[in-house]
């Protein structure tokens, strides 16, 4: 239907004017109306006229041509055209499904990224959740969606912490790892990453042991070697982090395709690199290859260090590159913190040099930090960091502080959705009571209202009508409730265009609190219009199932 109006808004505008106009129709207040366009202030400024004057012409013209879908129109200050549906036309509206806009498309969606060997903080967490909702966002659309994560196994910080657990093994004894319980292995991982950490800025000594040691185990890799002491402490460490990642991920009810670790895409960035090298992409300086940023009103970073080893630049051309080969995708979405924005057009700036195509299917969509309120702030570096489980532990303290129950469902859903309804971009204030309240903007206020409508659909009898498209009229409150459902689809897509999930967590307050508003004075069973309620009741429930589907948040039949 507003594609229709669209149309017919543009033709009486060509019509009347002979000038074409893109016209995008808004939803205003519902005592104006269902939709409004400004086209005839648009038209104003190049016809020099009263955009009122315009607006009354174009409503004229509108009355006639849309007679059969539109009961009223108005035209407001300055030159608002406001229009009404008439009860048929906004109950055909509610047929209307998110446009299929990527169909046939392959998405890649790369996200949380950890590095093994440190601990998941609550950066992870919000960045796994958004990435999720942001890929669902793609698949509705329509697109072939690849969940990807990528870390480094490889690094300097890996060699802080190897340096660290030779420490504590005294010296290369990989049968002393059994030692470490394991419910105890992440949080042992992180201590050494903190200690090794420590040593690495605190003696130079040090330092250079643990340059040594990051080259033996770039080695590691380049041999294939699994016997050795060394690499017999190395991969099982590692597997201890990759089944903490993994544990935590279905926890939240995560889930990742492929994982690449940094072993494997450094090679490729490292050949690339090289390669470009020699045309003139990138450049010998002080011994490292850079690429000069300044040329391009960027800044010049370092890809391949004086030791000859891969950074973590050359790494994520390599990444790219990697993604490419496995799924030729049409779009990649990167989702990252906002601290390596000014990096990150580094990498895609060089990329752009040799395979432009590549660079510019790459979106990178960064978010701040998280805060618990209080303004408690995240190092994993110095350690003094908020993790990802203290998240949900305080959450999950906060909700039976409130209900006096353990409900993991309720957990996470309050987790989700505090930190989805906010816009993608800036900083996160985390508040674990107010996520976990039921009568607030809230997941689990969502979730106990699908578990509401649930409760109204059991108690009917005789089934629940299918199709509210045949009801002859709809009462006053009715219509609100159906006007409002009528916006899903719009707000959906608006959605995936700008990859913002906060759109749907708005919508789905909004629409619980006009079911809310309905149901308070608009008896459903029992009343003489029960069929036609139990409909609206029913499509309510599936908007908010679809909604926060969308959202990664589960829909319970009861709370």
Same mark, same amino acid.
């Given at each position: 239907m ?5 149309q ?8 009347l004017?002979?000038?074409?106009v893109?016209? =995008?129709?808004t ?57 009404k ?45 958004v ?47 059994? =030692? ?21 800025e ?48 279905a ?22 690199v ?11 300086s ?16 370092v ?7 891969p ?26 913190g ?7 057009k ?5 990329i ?24 408690v ?18 959450t ?21 959705y ?8 800036g ?18 206020y969502?979730?106990?209202?699908y ?29 609100s409730l ?37 149901y308070?004075?608009?008896?459903v ?15 309510y429930?599936?908007?908010l ?15």
């Amino acid at each position: 239907m507003k594609e229709l109006l669209e149309q017919k808004v543009a033709e009486a505008c060509k019509e009347l004017f002979d000038i074409e106009v893109k016209v =995008e129709l808004t939803r205003p207040e519902e005592q104006f109306g269902d939709y409004a366009t400004n086209a005839a202030l648009q038209l104003s400024k190049q016809l020099q006229k009263n955009p009122r004057e315009i607006g009354e012409a174009l409503a004229e013209y509108l009355r006639e041509s849309l007679a059969a879908s539109v009961s009223d129109i108005t035209v407001a200050e300055p030159g608002f055209i406001n229009l009404k549906l008439n009860d048929q036309a906004l109950r055909e509206s509610l047929k209307a499904t998110p446009a299929k806009s990527l169909e046939g498309k392959t998405a890649v969606a790369e996200y949380s990224d950890p590095n093994p060997f440190k601990v998941l903080h609550a950066g992870h967490l919000y960045t796994s959740i958004v990435g999720d909702a942001i890929a669902n966002l793609l698949e509705t659309a329509g697109a072939t969606v690849r969940r990807v994560n990528f870390g480094g196994d490889v690094g300097l910080h890996v060699a802080k912490s190897m340096w660290a657990i030779l420490k504590f093994l005294g010296g290369e004894q990989p049968e002393k790892l059994a =030692e470490v319980a394991e419910n105890e292995r992440s949080d042992w991982l992180s201590d050494r990453y903190v200690e090794g950490n420590k040593a690495y800025e605190t003696d130079d000594h040090t330092k250079q042991a643990i340059t040594e040691l990051n080259k033996r185990i770039y080695q590691i890799h380049d041999d294939n070697d699994h016997e050795s002491p060394i690499a017999q402490i190395y991969w099982t460490t590692r597997g201890w982090s990759y089944k903490y990642f993994d544990d935590f991920y279905a926890r939240i009810g995560v889930e990742f395709e492929k994982y690449y670790p940094e072993s494997q895409t450094a090679p490729i960035g490292l050949e690339t690199v090289n390669e470009q090298l020699a045309k003139g992409v990138y450049k010998v300086s002080e011994g490292a290859i850079v690429f000069d940023g300044e040329k391009d009103g960027l800044h010049t970073r370092v890809f391949i260090n004086s030791e000859g080893l891969p950074t973590y630049e050359a790494k994520d051309v390599g990444l790219i590159i990697a993604k490419w080969q496995d799924y030729h995708f049409d779009r990649s979405i990167v989702i990252t913190g906002n601290e390596i924005a000014q990096y990150m057009k580094v990498v895609l700036r060089s990329i752009e040099h040799f395979r432009p195509e590549l660079a510019q299917a790459t979106t990178h969509l960064t978010h701040g930090m998280v805060k618990l309120a209080g303004g408690v702030k995240m190092s994993s570096r110095k350690g003094n960091i908020i993790r990802a489980i203290d998240v949900l532990n305080v959450t999950g303290s906060a909700n039976k502080h409130q209900t006096g129950q353990d409900n993991e469902i309720t957990v996470i859903g309050a987790v989700k959705y505090a930190f989805l309804k906010q816009r993608l971009g800036g900083d996160i204030i985390y508040d674990p009571e107010e996520s976990v309240s039921l009568e607030g903007n809230s997941g689990p206020y969502l979730q106990y209202a699908y578990a509401r409508a649930q409760s109204i659909l059991m108690k009917a009898e005789g089934g629940v009508p299918a199709e509210i498209y045949n009801v002859d009229s709809l009462e006053a409150g009715e219509r609100s409730l159906v006007r409002k459902m009528t916006e899903y689809a719009e707000v959906v897509n608006k959605a995936v265009t700008e990859l913002m999930p906060h759109h749907i967590c708005t919508y789905l307050y909004e629409l619980a609190q006009t079911f809310n508003r309905f149901y308070e004075h608009n008896r459903v069973i029992g009343d003489a219009r029960q069929t036609v309620r139990l409909s609206l009741v029913q499509q309510y429930a599936e908007i908010l199932q679809a909604g926060l589907g969308i959202l990664g948040i589960a829909a319970p039949d009861k709370m």
